[in-house]
């Protein structure tokens, strides 16, 4: 029986170890190749560039602090960013913002990239029919502003971590796909019919490594037909 | 003629091919060991983009470092090992607060194994990442003990330790999961 098992578990590993598909494609490697080198070429001339300016402006910083500290403000600090904290619901759901709309994020898990993350949010209370629901982030300090693009809404029952569902929470839950093109304090906001219900504060790296930055597989587009039959998502903004 | 595209070189002729860098080798060698070297990418760090990434990186340190692997036939057995090592560096100190919609969305009833795969992907996933890694290394890899030891650093007593708890783990998870001791959680995660 153990034997058997065993068996059917090391044959049940395998599987789950070939479920993703192959999609590196040789030209991605010699891509990576040709990057490499220029960067190392790069790297090189930079070097002894680098350290000449160095030596500059060890220099012109002795010179220069003394004169910030007299300035009104002592210096150019920029704001420290003041995220959101977080809500745990059950044992592992989590989401920052309120009154009216409430963000699937956790702090420190999203990274700046070209690609778009999936953000369950959920409005509470929810759009009535024939209501535009939206999303959007503006990075503090700047005018930048991407508008998120509404995916589909969702029915909570089908969020599971691991076995687990996701709590039973109020409100109108739906899937929206958000880019973060560059690092920074952002504010992630969702309107109702144009109204703002919603928002909070996250903050933005470039993560730990460059595979930290998302893409495609690691953010795959739901196979969830939209169910839209109430609220429609925005017009381009 | 060029080698692109094939998927039968000998190991001699590709760890040649590698060291006079022809850009075409890394071709085929995504072609003959790119699957199995995601397989254990995947299985370790439990993450599609960073196991494709492992891989990458597995084939570009093969790519620079060929040099130092001196027997063209244990080839395979050096990128996995490689391959290991590069997912063990890469592992994350958190896991991203993504829901998986795969596996919030998908049938396990289409899955043909007795085990269900969202039961077992969970047993995985508690795991501890060097449990995974032998593993890996072992059930998929079919590498012998004595070699994961080498590569990973250990004793080959802690390697086959290891592998006899990982595998009591799974088993208890599997049979703890009420999906999977009530009816072996045929389609019932609906």
């Known amino acids: 029986m153990s034997d058997e098992f065993d068996v059917i578990l090391r044959q049940a590993i395998r599987q789950e170890a070939y479920r993703a598909p192959v999609l590196l494609e040789p030209g991605d490697l010699e891509a990576r190749l040709t990057a490499d080198a220029r960067r190392q070429r790069k790297r090189r001339s930079w070097a002894a560039l680098g350290a000449a300016v160095l030596g500059v402006a060890a220099v012109a910083g002795i010179m220069i602090r003394p004169l910030q500290s007299l300035a009104p403000g002592g210096g150019t600090t920029p704001a420290p960013c003041v995220i959101s904290m977080p809500t745990k619901h059950g044992s592992w759901w989590i989401e920052i913002g309120g009154p009216g709309a409430f963000f699937n994020v956790e702090p420190g898990t999203l990274y700046a990239g070209p690609n778009p993350w999936l953000i369950i949010t959920r409005y509470d209370p929810d759009a009535e029919n024939g209501q535009e629901v939206a999303l959007w982030v503006e990075r503090i300090g700047s005018a930048e502003r991407i508008a998120g693009t509404l995916n589909s809404r969702m029915d909570p029952s089908n969020i599971y971590r691991f076995s687990e569902r996701a709590p039973a929470l109020p409100g109108g839950w739906y899937l929206f796909e958000q880019r973060f093109p560059s690092a920074g304090c952002w504010r992630i906001s969702a309107a109702i019919g144009g109204r703002l219900v919603g928002s909070a504060v996250i903050d933005i790296t470039y993560g730990p490594l460059p595979s930290a930055h998302p893409n495609a597989s690691f953010a795959p587009t739901p196979r969830i037909a939209p169910t839209l039959e109430g609220p429609t998502a925005p017009s381009a903004s | ?190």
């Open chain 2, 1 to 190: 003629m060029g080698i692109r595209g094939r998927t039968d070189l000998a190991n001699e002729s590709l760890v040649a091919e590698l060291r006079q860098r022809h850009a075409d080798a890394l071709d085929v060698l995504l072609r003959q060991h790119g699957a199995e070297i995601q397989a254990v990418a995947y299985l370790i760090l439990r993450n599609e983009h960073d196991a494709e990434e492992t891989l990458a990186d597995t084939l570009l340190t093969a790519w620079r470092k060929i040099d130092t692997l001196r027997d063209p036939d244990r080839l395979r057995p050096w990128l996995l090992t490689t391959a290991t090592r590069i997912a063990l560096r890469r592992r994350r100190p958190f896991r991203p607060h993504v829901v998986s919609l795969d596996a919030a969305t998908e049938m396990p009833s289409a899955d043909p194994s007795p085990i269900d795969r969202l039961a077992l992907q969970e047993a995985i996933n508690l795991l501890p990442t060097r449990m995974r890694a032998v593993l890996a290394l072992h059930d998929v890899a079919d590498l012998p003990t004595s070699e994961i030891a080498v590569a990973l650093g250990r004793s080959e007593n802690t390697i086959k330790s290891q592998l006899r708890e990982a595998r009591a783990r799974l088993r208890q998870t599997l049979l703890d999961d009420p999906m999977v001791s009530n009816d072996r959680g045929r389609g019932s995660r609906t």
